[in-house]
């Protein structure tokens, strides 16, 4: 009987154990998540004439174009940016599976799940990816805004002011007002 317990009392503190390396994993999920929505991710083409930054989820955050850009033909320059894109949305999901992998463990294996998807969905090995991933990303430039629009981000920046919007034609047949009183008057009660 002395044996049965001593092997009772071993995986329960075993179950002990795992029950505060969930408990530790768990404590830090606000911090994780904090680093998961901070992701920005940087990619250029090839000749950088087109910069894309990814952030959390992949989303585009940004797109730049240069002058050597806008001589492109559109069917070079549209090949470049989707290839640019695809580069940066990988990168962000690379650095996403790191930040989980480092707090929740590497039990799930998420950054090698993730390079062999990427390596086979662009036709390249791990080993690779693996080395993509240890290059360090070129950063964004922070050019100072000015009538040059070669280098200005295509996307709405956050910190532009917003332009007023014209007003609006008046609509076909007058105002709502207008068009009230007038069936106001052209009812028979």
Do not use: C, W
């Not at 790191?98 to 294996?109: R, S």
């Not at 240890?134 to 532009?160: G, I, T």
């Amino acid at each position: 009987m002395s044996a049965e317990f001593e092997q009772l009392v071993a995986q329960f503190d075993k179950f002990q154990s795992q029950l505060q390396n969930v408990d530790d994993r768990l404590a830090n999920v606000g911090g994780m998540q904090d680093e998961l929505s901070r992701i920005e991710a940087t990619a250029s083409s090839s000749d950088r004439s087109v910069t894309v930054v990814a952030g959390p989820g992949g989303a585009i955050m940004d797109v730049k174009f240069t002058e050597d850009a806008l001589r492109q033909r559109p069917d070079a320059l549209s090949a470049a940016l989707m290839s640019t894109i695809q580069q940066a949305v990988a990168e962000s999901a690379r650095k996403q599976a790191t930040i989980v992998e480092e707090h929740m463990g590497d039990d799930l294996n998420l950054v090698d799940q993730v390079l062999e998807t990427q390596a086979e969905l662009f036709g390249t090995t791990v080993e690779e990816m693996r080395a993509r991933m240890d290059e360090e990303s070129p950063s964004r430039p922070s050019a100072e805004p000015s009538d040059d629009y070669s280098e200005r981000s295509v996307l709405k920046s956050a910190d532009e002011p917003q332009r007023p919007q014209p007003p609006q034609p008046p609509a076909p047949g007058g105002s709502d007002g207008d068009r009230f009183l007038k069936n106001l008057f052209d009812d028979d009660h």
